[in-house]
């Protein structure tokens, strides 16, 4: 998937996505893509009867990111809650909160109405929390559909970067650490050397090197 054009859009997330850059001296590249390791994932809905909407803020899923369950939260089997739940799809949807660890795509097999004949409906979206750590959505956590403050990034070339753990235990060194997130570049601190898209309210990443 491919994020919108502008400072200010919200992006697309993607499994291995990354974020657009710009150095101190250069305008805008490329519209990159927002995101961490395994950020999203499609699976089709397995509804288990814990509650009137599958996978509602609060309840959890079990293991696995395309095929899954709902389960109850104090089962051995529960993995991840559902923080934010919506309607629709990322691209179009409001973004999922800061700290989310991943994303599932829901989707319904079999439904009774099928606008395009694939044998499933989308359902909406669910912001996930791992229950136990390690948490990639936090801050240098190295992955998550968000890049925020506090994320590590390594430099992907052709204007783009990707998200990776602050702490080295990464398949790549972090190269630079986002410090805070300002309105316009001209907010950003002298020592910044890159601008990261971040989209949102804040939507520019001041980013200095590690």
Partial sequence: MHGRSGWGALAAFAAAGAVLLTGCRGGPQEDGLVGGRAAVSSATARPSGYGAVFLAVDECSSFGRTSFTEVSCTSE??????????????????????????????????????????????????????????????????????????????????????????????????????????DDRSDCPASTALYVRLGGTAPVGCARPV
């Fill in 77 to 182: 089997r529960a993995a991840a809650r559902v923080v934010a739940r919506h309607d629709g799809t990322v691209r179009d949807g409001p973004r999922c909160p800061a700290t989310t660890d991943f994303v599932l795509h829901i989707s319904e097999q079999r439904p009774s109405f099928d606008e395009d004949g694939d044998g499933a409906v989308p359902r909406g979206y669910a912001c996930m929390r791992h229950l136990q750590p390690p948490h990639p959505g936090d801050p240098g956590g190295g992955g998550g559909p968000r890049t925020i403050v506090g994320d590590c990034v390594y430099d992907l070339g052709d204007g783009k970067v990707r998200e990776t753990a602050c702490d080295g235990s990464g398949r790549h060194a972090p190269e630079f650490e986002v410090t805070k997130a300002v």
